[in-house]
């Protein structure tokens, strides 16, 4: 509706009422405006009727929602079910164009400014949570692992000698399998036990890189969010040896975005030393459906080497995703999502070691991880050689996702390369542990049937009545009870203070 459709409308409806329609619809055109103008999140979220007439109005800026369009290619937008075509806000084209994912499409005018303003958003975003300094970014339709291969790719061509990555040991296998499917060799650099935490070994990264050749060595591949007793790498450290060497760094930051710590060494890295790019997981840091990642860097020609990298177009779905959830939040909702993370770490942490000591374990001192905690099973594994993994067994079947418990010993062989001690990030830990993470969106309520359920299962394993079977599954009964009870004593709680 425009200036001269309200004054027609005038003619069917009283003049006052369609002028107070118009000032209605003015004050939605002007957030658009805002947004448009400054390429930024806005403060406060936008409501759903907003953010729908936003998305209808780039819809009706592509060519296959144009009235009357005669589409004689083999690519026009089409889409035979409706249900499908609703699905997407009909913006049907996707992003980039075949040599360049951030490319402006010509039949896409709508799609190619959702994608300019979802990498403007989300690099506003990145700034606000801590990596002051990132001049670039782009959301690119692949998990992580194969976002960290787009860069590995794209300095090839910088090093055409290099065959080697160096890679501080992180037992998660896409990370790794990222570097095996870029044609690369890893160079796995085990880490250091100081106490209960495991970290960076820069003496041997150091030696490493001596031994082999800056030349011969593509990038040190660094991690900063991970599970614990493993912490993030020394990136700072890791950023100057890779300044001194002219050694590109690549981060993989995968859900570091909710974390100010892990923000932090970004900034500091990228200002004492070396980072060339760094990549995080939409669905882990923006509560998004799993299949999108943001590279970001701190050099626009760099970031945009990698983008023109990435082969042909690409889905618009974790573009649009990310744009409708930060427009929803705006920048006080997402600050108050970390803010609730950073409480929730803390009453996890507080409660798991209490639950600990009263089994006669401990939570293991990682006071450099800002996510994952670690509490030891040591004297289950002392029990019983198979109850550390009955206990995972008994979790998952009473709806406990995410934990995840670490037996000694375990060897696994990734792309051909066996890892002893696997999932727990060096040969041979001290114990058997238990690993929680307090990742951005988790309540309360969901620490506290947590720790109710493990605290159960822990009993129950102590009793020896579950050796050699899985506990049943609890019917919806009791597992409704369990919620309950918990949300009654939340409020509780809350009314008492």
């Given at each position: 509706m425009n200036a001269e459709n309200f004054e027609a409308g005038e003619r069917?409806?009283?003049?006052?009422?369609?002028?107070?329609?118009?000032?209605?619809?003015?004050?939605?055109?002007?957030?658009?405006?805002?947004?448009?103008?400054?390429?930024?999140?806005?403060?406060?979220?936008?409501?759903?009727?907003?953010?729908?007439?936003?998305?209808?109005?780039?819809?009706?800026?592509?060519?296959?929602?144009?009235?009357?369009?005669?589409?004689?290619?083999?690519?026009?937008?089409?889409?035979?079910?409706?249900?499908?075509?609703?699905?997407?806000?009909?913006?049907?084209?996707?992003?980039?164009?075949?040599?360049?994912?951030?490319?402006?499409?010509?039949?896409?005018?709508?799609?190619?400014?959702?994608?300019?303003?979802?990498?403007?958003?989300?690099?506003?975003?990145?700034?606000?949570?801590?990596?002051?300094?990132?001049?670039?970014?782009?959301?690119?339709?692949?998990?992580?692992?194969?976002?960290?291969?787009?860069?590995?790719?794209?300095?090839?061509?910088?090093?055409?000698?290099?065959?080697?990555?160096?890679?501080?040991?992180?037992?998660?296998?896409?990370?790794?399998?990222?570097?095996?499917?870029?044609?690369?060799?890893?160079?796995?650099?085990?880490?250091?036990?100081?106490?209960?935490?495991?970290?960076?070994?820069?003496?041997?990264?150091?030696?490493?890189?001596?031994?082999?050749?800056?030349?011969?060595?593509?990038?040190?591949?660094?991690?900063?969010?991970?599970?614990?007793?493993?912490?993030?790498?020394?990136?700072?450290?890791?950023?100057?040896?890779?300044t001194k060497h002219d050694i590109p760094h690549i981060v993989n930051n995968a859900y570091g975005v909710q974390s100010s710590k892990c923000m932090h060494l970004i900034q500091q890295g990228a200002r004492r030393g070396r980072i060339d790019a760094f990549v995080q997981s939409l669905d882990k840091n923006f509560m998004v459906p799993v299949g999108g990642a943001v590279i970001a860097g701190f050099s626009d020609a760099f970031v945009q080497e990698i983008s023109k990298m990435y082969p042909g177009r690409a889905s618009a779905s974790p573009s649009l995703d990310v744009l409708i959830t930060l427009l929803s939040l705006g920048t006080k909702g997402y600050q108050r999502l970390l803010k609730e993370r950073k409480e929730m770490f803390s009453y996890l942490s507080s409660e798991l070691k209490n639950l600990a000591e009263a089994h006669d374990e401990r939570l293991l001192e990682t006071p450099h991880n800002p996510i994952s905690l670690a509490m030891s099973l040591k004297k289950l594994d002392e029990q019983s050689s198979t109850a550390v993994t009955q206990l995972g067994s008994m979790l998952f079947t009473r709806q406990v996702s995410g934990a995840r418990v670490v037996p000694l010993g375990s060897l696994q062989t990734v792309s051909g390369y066996t890892f002893k001690g696997f999932m727990s990030h060096t040969d041979s830990y001290h114990c058997a542990y238990l690993n929680a993470a307090s990742a951005i969106g988790m309540s309360k309520q969901d620490v506290d049937v947590f720790l109710k359920r493990l605290d159960k299962c822990l009993k129950t394993l102590a009793k020896g009545k579950n050796h050699g079977k899985d506990m049943p599954v609890p019917n919806e009964e009791e597992i409704v009870s369990e919620m309950e009870k918990c949300n009654t004593n939340a409020a509780e709680g809350n009314a008492k203070s």
């Open positions: 069917l409806v009283s003049a006052a009422y369609v002028r107070q329609g118009a000032q209605g619809r003015r004050a939605h055109e002007l957030r658009l405006r805002t947004l448009l103008e400054q390429g930024k999140c806005p403060e406060d979220g936008w409501d759903e009727s907003t953010i729908e007439l936003f998305l209808h109005e780039l819809a009706i800026m592509d060519s296959n929602n144009f009235l009357g369009n005669c589409g004689v290619g083999e690519r026009e937008g089409r889409v035979a079910s409706g249900l499908v075509a609703r699905r997407h806000y009909r913006l049907i084209h996707g992003i980039g164009r075949s040599g360049d994912i951030s490319a402006v499409q010509p039949k896409a005018a709508g799609s190619s400014l959702l994608n300019k303003l979802t990498n403007s958003i989300v690099l506003d975003i990145i700034r606000l949570a801590g990596v002051r300094a990132a001049s670039s970014c782009f959301v690119v339709p692949m998990a992580t692992g194969m976002s960290l291969t787009l860069c590995f790719l794209t300095l090839r061509h910088k090093r055409p000698k290099a065959k080697y990555i160096v890679w501080p040991r992180i037992d998660q296998k896409s990370c790794f399998k990222s570097m095996i499917t870029a044609g690369f060799e890893p160079v796995v650099i085990e880490n250091v036990l100081e106490g209960d935490e495991l970290r960076t070994d820069l003496v041997a990264v150091e030696t490493k890189i001596q031994e082999l050749g800056a030349d011969n060595i593509l990038c040190v591949h660094s991690t900063t969010s991970c599970f614990a007793p493993r912490v993030p790498d020394r990136l700072e450290e890791l950023a100057e040896i890779c």
